[in-house]
């Protein structure tokens, strides 16, 4: 899922994301509570008839940047208290409220609201933590179940599973969560300050306690490499703001690898940014004039590369779905991580 963090996917129009291969973006709770105001989107039709965008949207709970806000933050039984960012007003987010915002948004899919936290921290705060977010849990879905969608149509539930650092706690909470009716589950929580490694470990202590017939979605995680090795630990969803981030800092992912379009190697080159894509920006241009577009600033630049961006990722995506059908995963994954190298002097997850 691309995202959309203030109802639009930067730079990008409902068909560039269409011609990129999107079927589902993401969008914010948080920031779309604040600005413009989850009812007065509810009044202009929903997040859909808003952005023109006629895919599946999918909605976080807020939990997660509410918890980066750090040190505007008090976290009670009732919900959460916080300062907006943007005027530092005081703001209260409860397991209800989000539920209401996410109905008012009229997104496709809707996430509970969970106590996030960030590693590492003591095993007790750890378990409390994951504790509340299973009453939260509870709370957010038989709200949910008392609201209607500015369409009327009837939102698909996630639950969060939290559960820190600590495998056994992440395998309890999910199987804790699992005993809800619920239409999907999100994993939360991770790569917030452990090692890939120990990541992935606990993805894995999640999935496998969670049913295999409902949908797991991997929360806010994905270098090119994360999303190949998260499908193969049987995740389906994910959602990243690298690609768009890192758009527009220059930073191109290619089939060959990350791309600095800054540079100095591409001055004169007349190569498109990857010859194995097919999005306008590798079809027209060459790395020459895109290196120039940004240099110079240019809003072209921006929107070049991040439609790039989102197609190598809708392509890697695509591609993964083919493989999984024939039954091929793990050498398709080790055939793009053979081919996806570390190039250009680049690390390849710039930050
Ligand atoms: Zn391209």
Same mark, same amino acid.
């Given at each position: 899922?691309?995202?959309?963090?203030?109802?639009?996917?930067?730079?990008?129009?409902?068909?560039?994301?269409?011609?990129?291969?999107?079927?589902?973006?993401?969008?914010?709770?948080?920031? +779309?509570?604040?600005?413009?105001?989850?009812?007065?989107?509810?009044?202009?039709?929903?997040?859909?008839? %808003?952005?023109?965008?006629?895919?599946?949207?999918?909605?976080?709970?807020?939990?997660?940047?509410?918890l980066? %806000?750090k040190?505007?933050?008090?976290v009670? !039984?009732?919900?959460?208290? &916080?300062?907006?960012?943007?005027?530092?007003?005081? !703001?209260?987010? *409860?397991?209800?409220?989000?539920?209401?915002?996410?109905?008012?948004?009229?997104?496709?899919?809707?996430?509970? +609201?969970?106590h996030a936290v960030l590693l590492p921290l003591d095993a007790a705060a750890q378990r409390e933590a994951g504790e509340r977010t299973?009453?939260?849990?509870?709370?957010?879905?038989?709200?949910?179940?008392? %609201?209607?969608? =500015?369409?009327?149509?009837?939102? +698909?539930? $996630?639950?969060?599973?939290q559960g820190g650092g600590d495998?056994?706690l992440r395998?309890?909470?999910?199987?804790?969560?699992?005993?809800?009716?619920?239409?999907? $589950?999100?994993?939360?929580g991770l *790569?917030v300050g452990e090692?890939?490694?120990e990541?992935? *470990?606990l993805?894995?202590?999640? /999935?496998?306690?969670?049913?295999?017939?409902?949908?797991?979605?991997?929360?806010?995680?994905?270098?090119?490499?994360?999303?190949?090795?998260?499908?193969?630990?049987?995740?389906?969803? &994910?959602?990243? /703001? +690298? =690609?768009?981030?890192?758009?527009?800092?220059?930073?191109? &992912?290619?089939?060959?690898?990350? /791309?600095?379009?800054?540079?100095?190697? #591409?001055?004169?080159?007349?190569?498109?940014?990857?010859?194995?894509?097919?999005? !306008?920006?590798?079809?027209?241009?060459?790395?020459?004039?895109?290196?120039?577009? #940004?240099?110079?600033?240019?809003?072209?630049?921006?929107?070049?590369?991040?439609?790039?961006?989102?197609? &190598?990722?809708?392509? %890697?995506?695509?591609?993964?779905?083919?493989?999984?059908?024939?039954?091929?995963?793990?050498?398709?994954?080790?055939?793009?991580?053979?081919?996806?190298?570390?190039?250009?002097?680049?690390? =390849?997850? =710039?930050?």
């Amino acid at each position: 899922m691309p995202v959309g963090t203030q109802g639009t996917v930067k730079g990008l129009t409902p068909s560039d994301l269409r011609a990129a291969g999107t079927r589902i973006l993401l969008s914010n709770t948080y920031h +779309l509570m604040l600005r413009p105001g989850s009812g007065l989107i509810r009044s202009l039709g929903g997040l859909h008839r %808003l952005m023109a965008w006629d895919r599946p949207i999918l909605t976080d709970s807020g939990g997660y940047q509410v918890l980066s %806000l750090k040190g505007l933050v008090n976290v009670r !039984e009732e919900g959460v208290e &916080f300062r907006s960012h943007l005027d530092g007003a005081p !703001e209260f987010l *409860s397991p209800e409220r989000s539920m209401e915002v996410q109905a008012d948004l009229g997104s496709d899919i809707a996430v509970t +609201l969970d106590h996030a936290v960030l590693l590492p921290l003591d095993a007790a705060a750890q378990r409390e933590a994951g504790e509340r977010t299973l009453r939260w849990t509870e709370r957010s879905l038989r709200h949910a179940r008392t %609201l209607a969608t =500015p369409g009327g149509y009837r939102q +698909l539930l $996630f639950a969060i599973v939290q559960g820190g650092g600590d495998p056994a706690l992440r395998r309890e909470m999910a199987e804790r969560t699992a005993h809800h009716a619920c239409d999907g $589950f999100a994993i939360g929580g991770l *790569s917030v300050g452990e090692t890939k490694d120990e990541t992935w *470990s606990l993805a894995r202590a999640a /999935v496998e306690a969670l049913p295999p017939d409902r949908p797991r979605y991997l929360m806010g995680m994905g270098t090119p490499r994360d999303l190949l090795d998260g499908i193969a630990c049987g995740i389906d969803l &994910f959602d990243c /703001v +690298l =690609p768009t981030r890192n758009a527009r800092n220059g930073m191109a &992912f290619t089939s060959e690898g990350p /791309v600095n379009i800054r540079n100095a190697a #591409h001055t004169r080159s007349d190569r498109p940014l990857d010859p194995r894509c097919s999005c !306008e920006a590798c079809a027209l241009f060459t790395r020459a004039y895109l290196r120039h577009l #940004h240099l110079a600033g240019e809003m072209l630049a921006h929107r070049m590369l991040t439609l790039h961006n989102v197609t &190598f990722y809708q392509t %890697l995506m695509e591609a993964a779905r083919r493989a999984i059908e024939r039954g091929d995963l793990h050498s398709y994954a080790r055939e793009c991580t053979e081919r996806y190298r570390e190039r250009d002097g680049d690390p =390849p997850e =710039p930050a």
